[in-house]
């Protein structure tokens, strides 16, 4: 009776350890490597293209609550924010105000402004948007924010324009942000000779052989550049007419298919895009709410017309898998910077891949902005 006890006991107990081995060989063999998952909740819907661009809207069942800060465009507009040359009139001060003290300025300078905040709630700048005025056209040089009753704040910008230094002080809002390749620049690359090659050339993506000629050749965009010297604005891509009417048709045609292709995006919200290239996906910006992303989309949209423009015609249409990539996190180096109780600043590199991250900290920790670039250079 023991014998049989213990004979049926042993065999029970092989048989749950050959199971186990079981398990885990299949575990170890059997199973898909676990796939990287979009961020929150975003959903890619179907692609928008139009000549040799394709736009995939990102959306979002969840809405944030992005009230709480102001745009730079927004801010200028009102006075409630205020962006000078350095040495400016009245912006040399003591930190807390008064004459006298500590000074942040003794003249003007190419790569550095000063921004004051004078409103009630905290500023979002962007890498690439473009303020005018000064002595010279400027573009925010990093993804930052400001907050409400700071100190006068030494704020790094990137050139735009050659040709002028005048006697201005003030710049205004330009309501424009430079296209992809210039972005990648400043953003990542953070390089004021890159910036303003790339400003003459357009495109600092790499040519296929044979592929079709762009729409806006780089020495038309040279030429348009240099005309009515001396002064060289980037703001010329925009209102000149060798340039400015192929990217004003482009943009009303790629507007117009994007609104009527959303239209579907019913108890979802659009908060971001994912762009590609004929069958090269190369950026995306995803924003924390619906509403950002409504103030930037339309020079945003004006931005990737002149990146479009400035590339080969290719009318592939890249796929959603190549796509849903930029919603994945990087695994990659990475740099942090922050201000505490306000920002967050985040640039993860993998490869050719580069991903920055703007967190808020106040009044509650959110990702205003997400940029996913491949890199050009």
């Not at 006075?79 to 105000?97: H, I, K, L, N, T």
């Not at 003249?107 to 402004?113: T, Y």
């Not at 009753?149 to 309501?175: N, T």
Request: glycine fraction near 8%.
């Amino acid at each position: 009776m023991e014998r049989s006890l213990l004979g049926a006991l042993t065999g029970t107990l092989l048989g749950i350890s050959a199971l186990g081995s079981m398990a885990f060989m299949w575990a170890g063999t059997g199973s898909p490597a676990p796939q990287p998952k979009p961020e929150g909740d975003w959903r890619l819907l179907d692609p928008i293209t139009y000549e040799n661009i394709s736009i995939f809207p990102v959306v979002s069942a969840i809405a944030q609550d992005s009230s709480a800060f102001v745009t730079l465009d927004d801010g200028l507009s009102s006075g409630d924010v205020v962006v000078r040359e350095q040495g400016g009139d009245g912006m040399a001060r003591s930190r807390d105000g008064r004459p006298g003290g500590e000074q942040y300025n003794t003249g003007a300078s190419v790569n550095q402004l000063v921004l004051i905040n004078r409103g009630k709630r905290p500023v979002l700048l962007l890498a690439g948007e473009l303020v005018s005025g000064g002595k010279q056209d400027r573009i925010i040089a990093k993804d930052r924010i400001v907050a409400p009753d700071a100190d006068p704040l030494p704020l790094d910008v990137f050139c735009v324009e050659h040709g002028r230094w005048s006697s201005g002080y003030e710049f205004g809002a330009a309501k424009t942000m430079v296209h992809p390749s210039v972005r990648e620049q400043a953003a990542v690359n953070q390089s004021q000779t890159d910036v303003w090659a790339s400003v003459r050339k357009g495109s600092t993506a790499a040519v296929p052989s044979a592929a079709p000629a762009p729409r806006i050749a780089s020495s038309d965009l040279a030429a348009v550049m240099a005309n009515s010297a001396p002064t060289q604005s980037y703001a010329k891509l925009y209102t000149e007419s060798r340039v400015g009417a192929s990217v004003d048709g482009f943009v009303d045609e790629v507007q117009r298919r994007f609104a009527r292709a959303t239209q579907t995006a019913k108890g979802e919200h659009i908060i971001g895009v994912v762009v590609a290239y004929g069958g090269e996906v190369a950026w995306s910006d995803i924003f924390a709410s619906n509403d950002l992303f409504e103030h930037y989309w339309s020079k945003l949209v004006r931005s990737y017309a002149v990146e479009a423009l400035a590339r080969p015609t290719l009318r592939e249409v890249a796929s959603r898998e190549d796509a849903r990539e930029f919603l994945r996190r990087l695994n990659g180096r990475e740099q942090i910077e922050s201000e505490p109780g306000v920002y967050r600043w985040r640039e993860i590199t993998e490869g050719r891949l580069a991903q920055i991250e703007l967190d808020a900290l106040e009044p509650k920790t959110m990702t205003l902005h997400r940029l996913f670039v491949h890199r050009t250079s």
